[in-house]
């Protein structure tokens, strides 16, 4: 499967954990400006891709895509669907709760979305203020709402647990009490250069230890099984097979894909024997990007070569993430070797406990899970 990114960079406001590629909304004509760009690049991308052949996802994400317009969100998907002739799997939408509303969610089911995002991160009105979060306890609920009453039977809640002082057991009542369909769950993520960072170094925010945020996580996930939830990948659960989302999971598998927009990458294999494929990311800088682009050139921020070792590393990084792990057949039909030829046995003696081996494949343990990095580190480490 091929999949699809749409990057929207803007927001209304920046929340204090956050280091994606996102800013202030400016004015309409900007946000116009934009969408040209961005409906101008996806065709090129697409070209150099090779086309998008049979089915593939699309996924409008951000900064904050459910602010923009009805209008430009249908260009998005019309021109998307001109490049995917076999048409779409699954196409979602990031929404933030605060800009959902009964008729919004009827005219983006309208456009053909048939998943959406939404950015709950806490149940908590205090942590959510805090975290200079928009929308509040009572939209989160209210957004949830509005989209099942419009239609939508795939709905995924986003969750940040291990913030400290944060009532993580009132935000999990609050998921299992309105059950949308998927959930994601992250470990809060104190990254360089952002307010939060700041304010752990100035010792006003003080982050949970290890053992805490650990704990968190376990909870997390006994919760949600109890509740219905089935864990398919680190960070995801789903209330059934259906409801998993079908965009991530591509790249889990190692699948081929493209962005457009700011910041967007791509991966895609430009041989199979051994394995060759290529990665880029775009600029960041807007003005950067927007001229390149508004010229008919593309704007490379990162473009590189992909080899057999480094691709075999990613897959098993990526794939180790899914509760099913990596597939042997799956490794074969990449790669062209089996995948217990490409893993030193000692690997699984070292991490016993942690990590379960069939004739299938492999995949973590509950309590590897728990020490994924340590073990994704040690099989790096004991490749052939």
């Known amino acids: 499967m091929r999949s699809v990114y749409l990057h929207f960079p803007f927001c209304r406001s920046r929340c204090t954990y956050c280091d994606f590629v996102s800013g202030i909304p400016p004015e309409e004509d900007i946000v116009r400006r934009y969408s040209d760009a961005l409906l101008r690049e996806l065709p090129m991308q697409a070209e150099r891709f090779g086309g998008v052949a049979g089915k593939s996802t699309l996924y409008l994400g951000g900064g904050t895509p459910s602010l923009a317009p009805v209008r430009e969100i249908a260009r ?62 009572g939209s989160n609920i209210r957004a949830l709402d509005a989209l099942h009453e419009a239609g939508f039977t795939n709905v995924s809640v986003d969750v940040i647990a291990g913030i ?15 059950r949308p369909e998927h959930v994601s769950v992250y470990m809060l993520t104190i990254a360089e250069g952002t ?16 053992k805490a945020s650990l704990a968190a996580l376990r909870r997390v ?41 700011l910041s967007a990458s791509g991966f895609m294999r430009t041989g199979n024997a051994p394995f060759a494929g290529m990665r880029w990311s775009n600029g960041r800088n807007l003005r950067e990007w927007l001229n390149e682009i508004e010229n008919g050139r593309f704007d490379r921020e990162i473009e590189e070569e992909i080899g057999l070792e ?20 799956e490794f074969r039909s990449l790669f062209g070797v089996p995948l217990f030829d490409a893993i030193i046995p000692r690997f699984f003696d070292i991490n016993a406990g942690l990590v379960d081996r069939d004739e299938r494949g492999f995949r973590l343990t509950e309590r590897g899970f728990e020490l994924s990095n340590p073990v994704t580190v040690s099989l790096w480490e004991n490749l052939n």
């Open 221 to 261: 996930n006994e919760r949600l099984n109890e509740s219905g939830y089935e864990r398919y990948e680190v960070s995801n659960w789903a209330l059934s097979e259906n409801f998993r989302s079908k965009h991530n999971e591509n790249y889990w598998k190692y699948g081929e894909y493209f962005g457009a927009g």
């Open 76 to 137: 998005w998907v019309e021109a998307a669907a001109k490049i995917a002739p076999g048409g779409f799997a699954e196409t979602t939408l990031e929404a933030n709760p605060e800009d959902v509303t009964p008729s919004l969610a009827r005219e983006w089911k309208k456009l053909g979305i048939d998943r959406t995002s939404l950015g709950w991160q806490s149940q908590n009105a205090g942590t959510l203020t805090s975290l200079l979060r928009r929308n509040s306890p």
């Open 310 to 329: 480094t691709a075999i590393r990613e897959y098993l990084m990526v794939s180790l993430r899914l509760t099913r792990g990596p597939d042997a057949e």
């Open 164 to 178: 400290a002082g944060d009532d993580l057991s009132a935000t999990l009542d609050a998921v299992t009490k309105a």
């Open 195 to 210: 307010p939060l960072h700041r304010s752990a170094n100035a010792g006003s925010y003080v982050p949970l230890g290890e």
